[in-house]
Nanobody
Framework: QVQLQESGPGLVKPSQTLSLTCTVS??????????WSWIRQPPGKELEWMGV???????WYSPSLKSRTSITRDNAKNTVYLQMNSLKPEDTAVYYC?????????WGQGTQVTVSS
């Protein structure tokens, strides 16, 4: 069973950079045909797909967030990272790590990020 665990700061100031970690267990981030995404949900709004990194390390991003977002990975640590710069209060959301791997869909429990001074 693949398990995803997000971690990161709960509170970030406007204009700062957010760094989140998704630690993966029960499966490898280099598994063929796998995809590892970051998705967020602002309060009272729908889920928003942010971007994905594939098994080969290629990345794709939401056009609206591409200029501020970077998804990377550390194969040795089996970990996926999200970095987002120039944060704004409207970036306040629960951030989820999501994986499509081994024929299944898996979600982390999410981590709350609040952007406030």
């Amino acid at each position: 069973q693949v398990q995803l665990q997000e971690s990161g700061p709960g509170l970030v100031k406007p204009s700062q950079t957010l760094s989140l970690t998704c630690t993966v267990s029960g499966g490898s981030i280099t598994t063929s045909y796998s995809a590892w995404s970051w998705i967020r949900q602002p309060p009272g709004k729908e889920l928003e797909w942010m971007g994905v990194i594939g098994d080969d390390g290629r990345t794709w991003y939401s056009p609206s967030l591409k200029s501020r977002t970077s998804i990377t990975r550390d194969n040795a640590k089996n970990t996926v990272y999200l970095q987002m710069n120039s944060l704004k209060p409207e970036d306040t959301a629960v951030y989820y790590c999501y994986a499509r791997v081994l024929g299944g869909d898996y979600w982390g429990q999410g981590t709350q990020v609040t952007v406030s001074s």
